[in-house]
């Protein structure tokens, strides 16, 4: 099993910085990616940005250019660096663990809300 948990949510003005955190512990060897997604009130949870374990990135159109995903591996923590921060990023953001033989962990979820 792998646990995760998400940090660094909160309430940014519009065109602000935000840095969210995941740690992950437990069967931490088994993990192939880690990644975020958000889902907003009303809507389909959507991927927002993947690592995978050798370093590869993905990003969701929306958030390229101001998002950033990056991980610490002697830390076993992943981040997202999130500037330029819009009132449609308004979401929950969850991290997510894909293991190598295809099942997935979530984490909590951390809040962030972006005032116009």
């Known amino acids: 099993q792998v646990q995760l948990v998400e940090s660094g949510g909160g309430l940014v003005q519009a065109g602000g910085s935000l840095r969210l955190s995941c740690a992950a512990s437990?069967?931490?060897?088994?993990?192939?990616?880690m990644g975020w997604y958000r889902q907003a009130p009303g809507k389909q949870r959507e991927l927002v940005a993947v690592?995978?374990?050798?370093?590869?990135?993905n990003y969701a159109d929306s958030v390229k250019g101001r998002f950033t995903i990056s991980r610490d591996n002697a830390k076993n923590t992943v981040y997202l660096q999130m500037n330029s921060l819009k009132p449609e990023d308004t979401a929950v953001y969850y991290c997510?663990?894909?293991?190598?033989?295809?099942?997935?962990?979530w984490g909590q979820g951390t809040q962030v809300t972006v005032s116009s």
């Open positions: 690592i995978t374990s050798i370093g590869s990135t």
């Open positions: 437990g069967s931490i060897f088994s993990i192939n990616a």
């Open positions: 997510k663990a894909r293991r190598r033989e295809g099942s997935d962990s």
